[in-house]
T-cell receptor
Framework: DVKVTQSSRYLVKRTGEKVFLECVQDMDHENMFWYRQDPGLGLRLIYFSYDVKMKEKGDIPEGYSVSREKKERFSLILESASTNQTSMYLC??????????????FGPGTRLTVL | AQRVTQPEKLLSVFKGAPVELKCNYSYSGSPELFWYVQYSRQRLQLLLRHISRESIKGFTADLNKGETSFHLKKPFAQEEDSAMYYCALGGSYIPTFGRGTSLIVHP
């Protein structure tokens, strides 16, 4: 059973702080993703990674960076948090194996509030 | 470019009524379609995928390539079906999600 865990369920930060969101998966998946989930906007891809130290921008990368030093861990970094980054952040992983059909496995989410 | 459209933000029905959540897609290649569901206070999880042609929790979805649709259907809605539903398009390894439809099933 795939397990994707995120370091915090709830986080409150102040404008200008540097924020780290951590995600760990235990199924040796190659792909990892960070999404924002906002009402009426659905899931929007921030960044994804298909291998260690590899990253690609998604649809809304501005104001974010990522790090993938180990296969199982994918970190999302807000260099200087702003109020418009208040959101639910979802991490996901998927396998490159053809039999996976690109199914994604999601973490529980981190609800970030920036004051 | 990949695109997924879920035209309804909210769908409200009574228990026992049929449900159809619409999903249309745009993709030039061979599509892989999924429905994901998020129940209150739970993580987003796969409900079903077109390749499996299965029925999960009474839900089915048929891929119609002519109409580029993958609508989710259930003949008799239950209260426990109340959730947020997302249609997703694969094909590349980066899925594209629709904006989601909130289904509310009233007793």
């Amino acid at each position: 059973d795939v397990k994707v865990t995120q370091s915090s369920r709830y986080l409150v930060k102040r404008t200008g702080e540097k924020v780290f969101l951590e995600c760990v998966q235990d199924m040796d998946h190659e792909n990892m993703f960070w999404y924002r989930q906002d009402p009426g906007l659905g899931l929007r891809l921030i960044y994804f990674s298909y291998d260690v130290k590899m990253k690609e921008k998604g649809d809304i990368p501005e104001g974010y960076s990522v790090s993938r030093e180990k296969k199982e861990r994918f970190s999302l970094i807000l260099e200087s948090a702003s109020t418009n980054q208040t959101s639910m952040y979802l991490c996901a992983s998927s396998s490159l194996a053809p039999t996976s059909y690109n199914e994604q496995f999601f973490g529980p989410g981190t609800r970030l509030t920036v004051l | 470019a990949q695109r997924v459209t879920q035209p309804e933000k909210l769908l409200s029905v009574f228990k026992g009524a049929p449900v159809e959540l619409k999903c249309n897609y745009s993709y030039s290649g061979s599509p892989e379609l999924f429905w994901y569901v998020q129940y209150s206070r739970q993580r987003l999880q796969l409900l079903l995928r077109h390749i499996s042609r299965e029925s999960i929790k009474g839900f089915t979805a048929d891929l119609n390539k002519g109409e580029t649709s993958f609508h989710l259907k259930k003949p008799f809605a239950q209260e426990e079906d109340s959730a947020m539903y997302y249609c997703a398009l694969g094909g590349s390894y980066i899925p594209t999600f629709g904006r989601g439809t909130s289904l509310i099933v009233h007793p």
